[in-house]
């Protein structure tokens, strides 16, 4: 006689197991909608190429910057609150162009207003593709832990507050790939906001300054200077502060290594 175990039954539907197709199909609909928020970015951030792209510029900027500023000046609280939220979509959706919205909100706000108001909606828009992106792939990057993969992340883990911070703070890592590695890589939520508010904030203040003095080189018509961040009084600190994010990784494996070295000599 053969024995159907509770176990086989749900694996192999039959006529002896009805209710395993629909719990097949609910499982399957449940991977759909743990798909959906990523797919939702991602159309998004097509629409947003196709109808958005255009805004996001400095001829735009300058063609709209008089009606910008008498719209602040008569809703300043509603065109704050537009701003972040404007802000966060376009970093949630990974359009191109958010440096502009960045020289704007100094351009509108001053530098520390401004750049607290970026602050906060590039968080807000970070945290929200690295969730969709961490429910997304979740079961499928733990499925694939194994291996180099699961190494990088025992790795990552290792050092994780060190790890973001540099991602945040080295101008030349593209903001998009600071929002995805860490879900990619199993970051902690909290660790991720943290690291992400406190980050972000010195180049802010760089661009946010620069778009404080927008306003002059508007009116003469002159572009601003986006590569002021690497001018070496400035790249030099950011390094400055990425190398100190980066030495309890380094202290770290200091560590493990002369322990290793005196375990292997006692023996």
Not at 140 to 146: E, G, I, N, T
Not at 168 to 178: D, E, K, N, Y
Request: proline residues 6%; glycine residues 12%.
């Amino acid at each position: 006689m053969t024995h159907i175990t509770e176990e086989s039954a749900m694996a192999a539907p039959t006529e002896s197991c009805p209710e395993c197709p629909p719990a097949r199909r609910a499982a399957g609909r449940g991977g759909w909608l743990r798909r959906l928020p990523l797919l939702l970015i991602g159309l998004g951030a097509a629409a947003g190429l196709v109808f958005a792209s255009d805004y996001l510029s400095f001829d735009a900027l300058a063609a709209h910057y008089e009606e910008l500023r008498g719209w602040r000046d008569a809703n300043y609280p509603l065109a704050a609150l537009a701003f972040v939220a404007a802000y966060a979509l376009v970093v949630a959706f990974s359009i191109p162009g958010a440096i502009w919205l960045t020289l704007l909100g100094g351009l509108l706000f001053g530098t520390w207003t401004g750049a607290a108001l970026v602050i906060a909606a590039a968080t807000l828009g970070a945290t929200g593709i690295f969730l969709a992106a961490r429910t997304a792939l979740g079961d499928w990057l733990k499925s694939r832990a194994q291996g180099w993969l699961g190494r990088l992340e025992r790795g990552f883990h290792e050092g994780e507050v060190s790890f973001l911070l540099i991602l945040r703070l080295l101008p030349v890592v593209p903001f998009w790939v600071a929002n995805l590695a860490p879900a990619f890589l199993g970051a902690r939520l909290g660790t991720f906001v943290w690291t992400t508010f406190l980050g972000i904030m010195p180049a802010t203040v760089v661009y946010t300054s620069v778009g404080a003095g927008l306003g002059t080189e508007i009116a003469e018509g002159r572009k601003p200077d986006l590569g002021v961040i690497f001018e070496p009084h400035i790249l030099g600190p950011l390094i400055g502060l990425a190398a100190l994010a980066a030495l309890p990784v380094v202290l770290r494996r200091l560590g493990l290594g002369l322990g290793t070295k005196k375990e292997n000599s006692d023996a």
